[in-house]
Nanobody
Framework: QVQLVESGGGLVQAGGSLRLSCAAS????????VGWFRQAPGKEREFVAA????????TYADSVKGRFTISRDNVKSAVFLQMKSLKPEDTAVYYC?????????????????WGQGTQVTVSS
């Protein structure tokens, strides 16, 4: 079992940057792939980015490619989402999630473990 806690959200102007963190605790947290998802008001939760357990493979949604970077530090049991050139449409609650069975990284249903979310608001 792994527990996840997100932090780093906040209010930022368009064009600005934020770095989200996802702290993992529990046994063998470094063996989990981690994904970031987001949910804007009135919209479905959507995939943002994912990273493999060792960090060698990353995947991004087209809408954030080139602006967001996912990384991890397994010594610190943390996964990060560096967000640059933020746009108002990036406003959402951001969630990190973990899975360890090599499932479809872009699908919410692949992830049994979720954090509580952190709010990101981008003003125009």
């Amino acid at each position: 079992q792994v527990q996840l806690v997100e932090s780093g959200g906040g209010l930022v102007q368009a064009g600005g940057s934020l770095r989200l963190s996802c702290a993992a605790s529990g046994r063998a947290s470094a063996s989990y792939a981690v994904g970031w998802f987001r949910q804007a008001p009135g919209k479905e939760r959507e995939f943002v980015a994912a990273i493999s357990p060792a960090g060698g493979i990353t995947t991004y949604a087209d809408s954030v490619k080139g602006r967001f970077t996912i990384s991890r530090d397994n010594v610190k049991s943390a996964v990060f989402l560096q967000m640059k050139s933020l746009k108002p449409e990036d406003t959402a609650v951001y969630y990190c999630a973990a899975e360890r069975f090599g499932s479809d990284k872009k699908s919410q249903s692949s992830y049994p473990h979720w954090g509580q979310g952190t709010q990101v608001t981008v003003s125009s």
